[in-house]
């Protein structure tokens, strides 16, 4: 293989890797090709080396033992070595999440990080399963490893936000929705996270401009004008005079 191919390939396969890493809602099959672009870097390179390495025994024959020539695989091989179970364990794990089997896709979201925990997904999508078991704590320590590896994870703060939230951990919950929010300003729903929380740290009127870029992003998004609705009413209720 040319090595010139090669950086051309990792120079393309880098700039699809960064397109897929900002699309938060993608297919399970958009998903696959990220994940095949961000290891195919370092693929690539590991088998243009074994190429040039068995060009070189089979050049200079004289100058290696028979007995050690390199073995000859295929593109496929390289691609697929050692990351095909954890991808069967985490497509299964979403079909348990399609079927809210939750404790069954917790059990192969474990497998799957088992066999490869830098996969920001295998993490995000097992916390998303143990909120659904309002297992709040846990689930945000999934999150924290799903920012961990991938520090632009918008979603991964907004859902950590929700479950901080569920916690009551409300100054935190705030925290998390605003990271989420200026990584991804178009998220309506980390604004809608963010005034819920702050509706329970009894800040209503920065709940109710929250609330307003929620709608903002959002016009369909009738939870934001029911709450802010309901919280414009608590306002005026404070606003009166208290009877003796």
């Known amino acids: 293989m040319d090595i010139s191919h090669v950086e051309k390939c990792i ?27 961000i290891k195919a870097q370092g693929v690539l390179i590991e088998y243009a080396s074994a190429m040039a390495a068995q060009h070189r025994a089979e050049k200079h024959p004289a100058h290696h033992d028979a007995s050690h020539k390199p073995e000859s695989h295929s593109f496929k091989d390289y691609v697929f070595r050692g990351s095909r179970s954890a991808m069967e364990h985490f497509y299964s794990g979403n079909h348990h999440m399609e079927c809210q089997e939750y404790a069954d896709a917790i059990g192969s979201y474990d497998a799957a990080i088992e066999q490869n925990p830098s996969i920001p997904e295998f993490h995000f999508n097992k916390g998303n399963a143990l909120a659904k ?10 999150y924290d490893l799903a920012i961990a590896l991938r520090p632009d994870y918008a979603v991964a703060y907004a859902n950590r936000g929700n479950c901080l939230y569920e916690a009551q951990r409300f100054e935190e919950a705030v925290e998390s929705f605003n990271a ?17 929380a702050l509706v329970r740290l009894q800040q209503f009127e920065a709940a109710v401009h929250a609330y307003d870029l ?3 992003q959002d016009p369909m998004l009738i939870e934001a004008t029911y709450n802010k609705s309901i919280v414009l009413e608590l306002m005026l209720l404070e606003s009166q005079p208290k009877q003796a």
């Open 180 to 196: 989420a929010a200026i990584l991804n300003p178009g998220l309506a729903n980390a604004y809608l996270g963010k005034g819920n």
């Open 214 to 216: 929620a709608k903002a």
């Open 133 to 142: 078991t309002q297992s709040y704590s846990q689930a945000i320590l999934c």
């Open 11 to 37: 120079r393309v396969l880098g700039e699809v890797s960064r397109a897929i890493a900002v699309q938060q809602n993608a297919s399970a099959r958009a998903l696959e090709d990220g994940l095949s672009c």
